[in-house]
């Protein structure tokens, strides 16, 4: 009995013992528990405040971008933030109560001489937290008027033969038998047909099969085999008169001290004008042309253009006279990228990592006949089409391909002719068996032509009679916001084209 008791009164200590100990092991499991979910807790919490804190910087580096572009709407030309010295240019955050929750640093990148472009970079940070940083990046541009393959002010005609790979828009109405990979625009409802006036046809239309029906009868606006993108009319009429550059402005631009002098700057020839010869190493070759060549007999048609002429060098010499010693043929493109010359000129050659624009203008002149002309008859090439090279002619009157020009030209260049138009004048055979006809033209950039347009002629019944028989028409998309040197734009408000966050 007495064994017997000793065995009850262990059991019943050792039961107590397994109490307590389930007791401290769920109390230590227990404690455990809730140290983790405060740790938790704490961490979320910590993380939270981390999210919020990126979070507010980030909107610190958006207002940062938000200012430097309202900024730049106040005053288009500063890059320096109102002051004189280079950046970064820090600001101070506040919250609605005035309080200073934050900073930004600005750094602007100026445009390169051409472009539009200016790169902003906004670093910011919290006051509570200012280890963590957020970095936006955004590219501001003023689009350039170049944003068409081809605009004009004028009644246009894009016959069979023609390919055009951008936008087209006139202010008047368009005929177009070619092929368009993009939109055709015209400001009016209906024109006249510039062929045959006693007929009205839609603003864009084409008799190309299946042809369009003439007003009222609706056109085929679903010709796919012309339109491969459609076509639009009416349209809001193009502020052409915008794009009529002040030459005023270019003239000055090209004047050292306030004289024209070379080379940024050509005073008349005294002759019939200047070759111009784009080197690709950012130089250009400049000779006088000393004659151009006479006009074949009966080459000259009975109605024509006062302007009219074979446009052709036909001999050329130094740039000056030969007394002028100490005169080169042989210049650097001037820094902010404008050649003015006070005369005709013909321009070819290639260019590599060149940006640069050429006007041929007489400032003042108000007698048609003497707008002084810029003329292509040889390829103008670029060496990269990544924005790098850009080659602008602004002609006062027109621009030109001449009679001697190259079977299969090409043209890398935006071309403007503010009271003329870009083409080539109708050369008939009896002008040159060789030359009045032509193969295939080439154009990389855009047209602006005050003037109706064109490089091939017909008769009639549309039978090829003189000019290019094929024209390929391609626009370039960097001019948009990299335009040539001095060119106009479209608006100064700048536009967002990139944004990224760098951290």
């Not at 202010?171 to 409802?189: C, E, K, Q, W, Y």
């Not at 784009?278 to 000393?290: A, S």
């Not at 602006?448 to 039978?463: E, M, V």
Request: with cysteine.
């Amino acid at each position: 009995m007495k064994v017997e008791d000793n065995t009850k009164k262990l059991l019943k200590t050792l039961s107590k013992g397994d109490i307590l100990v389930s007791v401290l092991v769920f109390s230590a499991i227990a404690v455990t528990a809730i140290i983790s979910l405060v740790n938790w807790g704490a961490i979320l919490l910590k993380q939270i405040r981390t999210v919020q804190v990126r979070e507010q910087a980030f909107q610190i580096a958006e207002a940062g971008v938000d200012y430097y572009r309202w900024h730049l709407a106040q005053s288009p030309n500063d890059y320096k933030d109102g002051t004189t010295t280079p950046g970064p240019y820090y600001h101070k955050f506040y919250d609605k109560d005035g309080k200073q929750i934050g900073s930004y640093s600005l750094t602007i990148v100026p445009p390169p001489v051409g472009s539009t472009k200016v790169t902003i970079t906004s670093t910011a940070s919290t006051t509570s937290n200012p280890d963590i940083i957020k970095i936006i990046q955004v590219i501001l541009a003023q689009p350039s008027l170049a944003q068409y393959a081809v605009v004009a002010n004028d009644q246009m005609v894009f016959g069979s033969g023609t390919i055009v790979n951008g936008p087209i828009i006139s202010n008047r109405g368009i005929h177009f038998d070619g092929i368009a990979h993009n939109v055709i625009s015209s400001a009016l409802a209906t024109d006249t047909n510039p062929d045959n006036l006693s007929h009205v046809e839609w603003g864009v239309w084409t008799e190309a099969s299946p042809a369009d029906p003439t007003p009222p009868a609706a056109a085929n606006n679903h010709n796919s085999d012309i339109f491969l993108a459609g076509r639009q009319y009416p349209v809001q009429a193009f502020p052409f008169g915008s794009l009529t550059v002040n030459l005023n402005t270019l003239q000055t631009l090209s004047l050292t001290g306030g004289v024209c002098s070379p080379p940024n700057c050509w005073t008349p020839s005294g002759k019939a004008g200047y070759h111009i010869i784009l080197k690709n190493n950012n130089t250009y070759d400049i000779y006088r042309v000393k004659t151009k060549m006479t006009s074949p007999n009966n080459c000259k048609p009975t109605t024509v253009p006062d302007r009219w002429d074979p446009w052709t060098v036909s001999s050329q010499d130094d740039p000056l006279p030969p007394n002028n010693a100490n005169m080169s043929r042989n210049y650097a493109i001037p820094s902010n990228g404008v050649i003015f010359v006070a005369d005709d000129v013909w321009v070819d050659g290639t260019v590599n990592n060149t940006r640069v624009t050429i006007v041929a203008a007489d400032v003042g002149q108000t007698d048609p006949t003497r707008y002084r002309n810029i003329t292509i008859n040889n390829d103008l090439l670029y060496t990269n089409f990544n924005g790098n090279d850009v080659v602008g002619l602004i002609a006062q009157g027109d621009v030109n391909v001449g009679l001697q020009s190259d079977d299969n030209l090409e043209i890398n260049a935006a071309l403007v002719a503010e009271n003329g138009r870009v083409g080539r004048f109708y050369y008939s055979n009896s002008c040159s068996s060789t030359y009045y006809k032509r193969t295939n033209i080439t154009l990389n950039g855009m047209i602006a032509t005050n003037i109706r347009y064109g490089f091939k002629w017909g008769d009639l019944n549309n039978n090829w009679v003189g000019g290019y028989n094929t024209r390929n028409i391609n626009f370039d998309g960097n001019l948009f916001y990299s335009p040539p040197p001095s060119f106009p734009l479209s608006s100064t408000q700048y536009q967002m084209i990139s944004w990224r966050q760098l951290q």
